[in-house]
């Protein structure tokens, strides 16, 4: 159970065009869902929080025209970097929550994260 | 601002040492979270503690939160080859229960 997936796993892309990476819940409803970013052995930087229905919170120092983050369902989530260019190439992540405890069988408030998107634009 | 300090940032150690690795903060956290990544992969959740003065093990590896809450540690027995990742520990805090992240430790055991 809780399982999140994220698709595409790995994308290479032209500079200038723009990527979607899907973020799914497929075992559970996620009251909020984060998009990370991270480099090679480093840790995670969060980018922003998405709840369903309403405008993503974007953290300092993140254009949100440049990470446009979509939230329509509380299955799914999407972060489609536009214009992409070779220094957006990195590790992007996702991860689901719920808060309290909705589902019995999983750990109360607990983050579960996606395998993670390899974006490298050239 | 939060911060939680996560050391040693890299840690090369032989197969059947034992090992520590402490993250720190001058935050009190509601509740403290160890990960363990492998490369081109998500996190995976080791364990959460929230009580402060908690112990947890999980096979070789033993968590402990500190009595304030503000620091916890993950030790490691006897490492083996399987045990090569990154660490991360994350605290929440605060009213918007953002996760604060340690900067990771990467790990290598060499058979």
């Known amino acids: 159970g809780a399982v999140v997936s994220q698709h595409p796993s790995w994308v290479i892309c032209k500079s200038g065009t723009s990527v979607k990476i899907e973020c799914r819940s497929l075992?559970?409803?996620?009251?909020?869902m984060f998009w990370y970013r991270q480099f090679p052995k480093q840790s995670l930087m969060l980018m922003a929080t998405s709840n369903e229905g309403s405008k993503a919170t974007y953290e300092q120092g993140v254009e949100k025209d440049k990470f446009l983050i979509n939230h329509a369902s509380l299955t799914l989530s999407t972060l489609t970097v536009t214009s992409a260019h070779p220094e957006d190439s990195s590790f992007y992540i996702c991860s689901a929550r719920v808060y309290g405890n909705t589902y019995r069988w999983m750990g109360a408030d607990t983050q579960y994260f996606g395998p993670g998107t390899r974006l490298t634009v050239l | 601002t939060q911060l939680l300090e996560q050391s040693p940032q890299f840690l090369s150690i032989q197969e059947g040492e034992n090992l520590t690795v402490y993250c720190n903060s001058s935050?009190?956290?509601?509740?403290l979270q160890w990960y363990r990544q492998e490369p081109g992969e998500g996190p995976v959740l080791l364990v959460t503690v929230v009580t402060g003065g908690e112990v947890k093990k999980l096979k070789r590896l033993t968590f402990q939160f500190g009595d304030a809450r503000k620091d916890s540690s993950l030790h490691i027995t006897a490492a083996q080859p399987g045990d090569t990742g990154l660490y991360l520990c994350?605290?929440?805090?605060?009213?918007?229960?953002?996760?604060?992240w340690g900067l990771g430790t990467s790990l290598a055991v060499n058979p």
């Open positions: 935050s009190v956290f509601s509740s």
């Open positions: 075992d559970f409803q996620a009251t909020t």
């Open positions: 994350a605290g929440e805090g605060g009213n918007n229960r953002k996760l604060i």
